[in-house]
């Protein structure tokens, strides 16, 4: 049987990652519903599960298994679906839209909005500590801390301050690159190094290099998202386009014109694709989804 092309393979992981989804998350029966139907509502049905696709991509250069890549994967989206929720609330972005819905707290209320995202976010600890995702105990117990970092004050928590704090203000490329590597970096380069772990050991020099792989794919995913925010419409991102600029948000398009962000976002995946040439076809997919992130049209 021939390989999948990428379309199919990325198919065939957010369909995996869908049902996957919905199993772990609780049923609107339970109580309490509205919650736990916000949650379902804030998780599935939406999105390009980009978080997950790193993992399981990530995890085939280690050979991890599907279901444990799976389990990570559902952690991860947890996660961003939380900080999607919240971000959207009138304390902080104050969208009506997103994934091509009405916000959280639009259409449920602020408060559920509030309480779904600290339940995801529990919950997507719950998920990665309920069963085995490497041989390992104690290095899951690593893989624990390593996602509560990615997700907390030093991580995308931390990144998201530095944002708030930085509307109106002209930062430098350095000082967006710090915000950035945070905010939306710290989760994408988790997935990359959690996904790694779902599998065999690999030397050092080999983490080093796939931890530099997930890092530049964070950043570079940030560069074409703000390429998408000055270009895009509205009704091909799902989300409100344009937001950056009526904020006063600096990003790259500010700091750099659509141009010079455009070269630099080829440039760093040049670089993720030569570090990932040295781990041969089992890094097939995640050159393959290195480039999809940097082409992507929403
Ligand atoms: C509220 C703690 C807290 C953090 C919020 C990630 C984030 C931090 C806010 C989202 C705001 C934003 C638009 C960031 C730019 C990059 C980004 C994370 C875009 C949305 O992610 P996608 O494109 O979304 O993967 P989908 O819907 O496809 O999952």
């Not at 190094?193 to 964070?218: A, F, P, Y």
């Amino acid at each position: 049987m021939s390989t999948p092309s990428f379309s199919q393979w990325m198919t065939h992981i957010q369909e995996r990652m869908e049902s996957a989804l919905d199993r772990a998350l609780p049923v609107p029966a339970i109580t309490p519903t509205r919650l736990h139907e916000a949650m379902r509502y804030a998780v599935l049905g939406g999105g390009k599960r980009v978080r997950p696709l790193l993992v399981h991509a990530a995890g085939d250069i280690s050979g991890a298994t599907p279901e444990r890549l799976d389990r990570v994967g559902c952690a991860l989206e947890m996660i961003h679906a939380y900080s999607l929720v919240h971000d959207d609330m009138p304390c902080m972005d104050d969208d009506t839209l997103r994934r091509g819905k009405p916000t959280v707290h639009v259409q449920f209320d602020d408060a559920t909005a509030l309480l779904v995202g600290d339940a995801l976010q529990t919950l997507a600890f719950q998920h990665l500590a309920e069963a085995p995702v490497s041989d390992d105990p104690q290095r899951q117990l690593g893989m624990l801390r390593q996602l509560a970092i990615a997700s907390g004050s030093r991580g995308m928590a931390g990144g998201q301050a530095i944002d708030l704090a930085s509307v109106g203000l002209q930062l430098n490329l350095s000082e967006l690159e710090f915000m950035h590597i945070h905010k939306t970096g710290a989760l994408i380069r988790a997935a990359v190094g959690l996904g790694v772990q779902c599998g065999r050991n690999l030397n050092d020099d080999e983490m080093t290099s796939l931890d530099h792989v997930g890092k530049v794919i964070g950043l570079l995913f940030q560069i074409v998202d703000d390429i998408l925010d000055a270009e895009a419409d509205t009704a091909t991102l799902g989300k409100t386009a344009g937001k950056d600029a009526a904020n006063d948000k600096p990003t790259y398009v500010s700091l750099l014109g659509v141009t010079r962000a455009r070269a630099l976002a080829e440039e760093m995946c040049q670089d993720a694709l030569d570090r990932l040439a040295a781990f041969g076809e089992p890094a097939r997919r995640l050159s393959e989804l290195t480039r999809f992130i940097v082409h992507r049209q929403f």
